[in-house]
């Protein structure tokens, strides 16, 4: 809720350094916007209000038809763009997903994909293929699923992503249990919670450290 009421009083503000109007940064706008949507998921806004402001993030962005390799556009600009869009895509999959609209939630998840693997962002890949494997899972297509959320699990094992990781075995867990597999699912679920435990010990030993 806090995320939320800092996004909306920056673009209400009429500060002159942050009058909406008068910004002509896209990228921040469309930022603020994609967080602005994504915090409002959480805060039980509606799923129109919260697609309309995700939706204004990607027409920021959306036509910006950056190519890859490009001599004309920086690099910078053109990772920015796939960033930021592939998330205000994630979101609005995301917010389907939530409103059991699984299809629509697919062919989301599927435009943020695309977007990362342009430019091999690959934290935010293996989060919209992990999400994309429980969208599967919830359709039923359990083979897919089960690809999917190894994928996501093997990037985020490249990455060392200890949290993450955990979500991909829960996953993983979750499609086991779709398919009526109790004792594999619990041996994925049991390696989730030592990951995310381990994430949590080490998180305590650093505030030990710091203090």
Request: charged letters at 25%.
């Given at each position: 809720e806090?995320?939320?009421q800092?996004?909306d009083k920056?673009r209400q503000?009429?500060?002159?350094?942050f009058e909406w109007?008068s910004i002509s940064?896209k990228y921040?706008?469309?930022?603020?916007?994609?967080?602005?949507?994504e915090?409002?998921?959480?805060?039980?806004a509606?799923?129109?209000?919260?697609?309309?402001?995700?939706?204004?993030?990607?027409?920021?962005?959306?036509?910006?038809?950056?190519t890859?390799?490009?001599?004309?556009?920086?690099?910078?600009?053109?990772w920015?763009?796939?960033?930021?869009?592939?998330?205000?895509?994630?979101n609005?999959?995301?917010?389907?997903r939530s409103?059991?609209?699984?299809?629509?939630a697919v062919s989301q998840?599927?435009k943020?994909?695309?977007l990362?693997?342009q430019?091999?962002?690959?934290d935010?890949?293996?989060?919209?293929i992990n999400?994309?494997?429980?969208?599967?899972?919830?359709l039923?297509?359990?083979?897919?699923?089960e690809?999917?959320?190894?994928?996501a699990?093997?990037?985020?094992a490249?990455?060392?992503?200890?949290?993450?990781?955990?979500l991909s075995?829960?996953?993983?867990?979750?499609?086991?249990?779709?398919a009526q597999h109790p004792?594999?699912?619990r041996?994925?679920?049991?390696?989730?919670?030592?990951?995310?435990?381990?994430?949590t010990?080490s998180?305590?030993?650093s505030v030990?450290?710091?203090r």
């Amino acid at each position: 809720e806090k995320a939320y009421q800092i996004a909306d009083k920056l673009r209400q503000s009429k500060e002159p350094d942050f009058e909406w109007d008068s910004i002509s940064d896209k990228y921040y706008k469309a930022a603020l916007l994609t967080m602005m949507g994504e915090a409002m998921m959480f805060v039980n806004a509606s799923k129109k209000s919260t697609l309309a402001v995700l939706d204004k993030a990607i027409a920021i962005l959306e036509p910006l038809k950056l190519t890859i390799p490009s001599e004309k556009d920086e690099p910078d600009e053109v990772w920015r763009r796939a960033r930021i869009l592939g998330r205000a895509y994630n979101n609005k999959a995301f917010v389907y997903r939530s409103n059991h609209q699984y299809s629509t939630a697919v062919s989301q998840y599927r435009k943020a994909i695309a977007l990362y693997r342009q430019v091999d962002i690959r934290d935010e890949m293996a989060n919209s293929i992990n999400n994309l494997a429980f969208v599967y899972a919830r359709l039923g297509a359990l083979d897919e699923a089960e690809a999917l959320a190894k994928d996501a699990r093997d990037l985020r094992a490249k990455l060392w992503q200890r949290y993450p990781l955990s979500l991909s075995y829960n996953t993983l867990g979750e499609v086991h249990v779709a398919a009526q597999h109790p004792h594999q699912a619990r041996g994925l679920s049991s390696r989730a919670l030592q990951l995310a435990s381990a994430q949590t010990q080490s998180a305590h030993e650093s505030v030990g450290f710091a203090r």
